[in-house]
């Protein structure tokens, strides 16, 4: 059995908690709440695995929970078992097209409650594990394109609510097809991974995010960094890159494999779109891309997109962090 998994009891009743904590708590964690805008906090904050929620609660009942919570898009994914004293067959089939995925009667069957509930948290599991390989490159481990537009969206929307500036790079592996077609694509592929795993451990902070934009191209993700902090992030990056010494024989840029990188930020205003900020980067890459390869291009921090003015501090060999 999984102990990790954390399943919320909601009852007012409190030898109804008591029963279903002592029953379940040896196989997981169990959080109880006495009422529906007390489940609504807890599961806000504790994101449990399930929810075992009476229907008949004081104030906010337990139809009204279920709705809030797949209202809200931070606890609609969690799994709502009914547990009730209301026993009519209507009454069952009320709960479930309310969204509830399962339905128990009080009195409550020790064996019944603990199968259903195994069952649900599999069915959980099963469900995460999809959704995880979903959004994760087969190839370099970094999460895809779906995922990267959904962090990228979530990322906008909450600068532009807390005023912080937001910077994202676009990055190329310089000549990539020359290298394909030269040395194969088993290669390649190898390439693409060692370059992901670098991107991976030169990120500073876990916050920052990177993914695999399609074929040879990258996109990082600088929440709160200036255009300038992620001009000196990126160039060391790049360095980083030219430091794992791959030969690439039919390069125009170096005897190594190496990158290129565009860079855009900006302190995002609510009437901007976030596809912008992604369009100014690939600006850039294509003026790195012009200017020889193997460069990190970048832009002034600024508030709108009409600036021109290329952002490349001389930087020391090695940067050590922002």
Known sequence: MNTTQTILVVDDVEINLHLLQGLLQPDYRVLT?????AALQLALEQQPDLVLLDVILPGMDGYAVLQRLQADA?????????VTALNTAEDEARGLEFGAVDYITKPL??????????????????????ETLANIDGLTELPNRRQLDKVFLAEWDHAVRSGCELSVAIIDVDCF??????CGHARGDSVLRQVART??????????FAARYGGEEFVVILPATPADG????????RRNV?????PHPDSNASGFVTISVGIA???????QQAAQLLQKADQRLYHAKRSGRNCVVGDGLHSSFNSSTLFSPDLPLDFPGL
Request: net charge positive; hydrophobic share 45%; charged share 20%.
């Open 199 to 208: 991107i991976s451990g030169s990120l500073l902070r876990s916050t920052d």
């Open 242 to 246: 030219e430091r794992l010494a791959i």
């Open 74 to 82: 931070r606890t609609k994914h969690i799994p709502v078992i009914f």
């Open 230 to 237: 992620a001009w000196l992030l990126m160039d060391t990056l």
């Open 265 to 271: 930020g900006c302190l995002p205003l609510p009437q």
């Open 109 to 130: 069957n020790p064996i019944i409650v603990k199968a259903r509930v195994a069952t649900h948290l599999k069915l959980q599991r099963q469900r995460r594990m999809l």
């Open 33 to 37: 709440a006495a009422s529906g805008s």
């Open 177 to 182: 097809k020359q290298y394909n077609d030269l």
